[in-house]
């Protein structure tokens, strides 16, 4: 494979894994790695600029010939050994646990609260 051609299989390996992943789609790897944000690890963001960086460059006919594929290829292939960790049931049960934790935490706050007032006004 050349340059160009190895780093697009790997643009598009990648987009396909933060579709999966994320549910971000159609936007690219660059737009796509900026709405991940913070769920991806800082250095396998920096992974992912890198991988970018020369998906831009291979778009030069001169310049795809400073491309280090072999360190592109390793960056995009530690960024997708993360994607494919990522267990997505495990993530949704997550959150909804987050949601649920937060809901029974206010609920028990406004509870005590108003016994507090209840007791406050003579009411108990």
């Known amino acids: 494979m050349t340059g160009g ?18 549910g971000i789609r159609d936007v690219g ?7 991940a944000g913070r769920r991806i690890p800082r ?4 992974s992912g600029r890198a991988v ?15 491309i280090d594929t072999a360190r592109v290829s390793a960056e995009a292939e530690r ?7 990522i267990d997505t049931a495990d ?3 997550g959150m909804i646990l987050s949601v649920l934790g ?13 016994l507090g007032f209840a007791l406050w006004q003579g009411w108990l």
């Not at 970018?52 to 400073?66: C, S």
Request: charged letters at 30%.
């Open 43 to 46: 250095r396998l963001r920096r």
């Open 79 to 85: 960024l997708a050994a993360h994607l494919e960790a």
């Open 91 to 93: 993530r949704r049960k």
């Open 29 to 35: 790897l660059e737009q796509g790695l900026r709405k």
């Open 52 to 66: 970018v960086e020369a998906q831009r460059v291979a778009g030069h006919p001169r310049l795809v010939h400073q």
């Open 102 to 114: 937060s809901v029974a935490f206010n609920l028990l706050l406004m509870g005590g609260l108003f």
């Open 5 to 22: 051609k190895e780093i697009s299989a790997h643009v598009q390996r990648l987009e396909k894994l933060l579709a999966a992943k994320y």
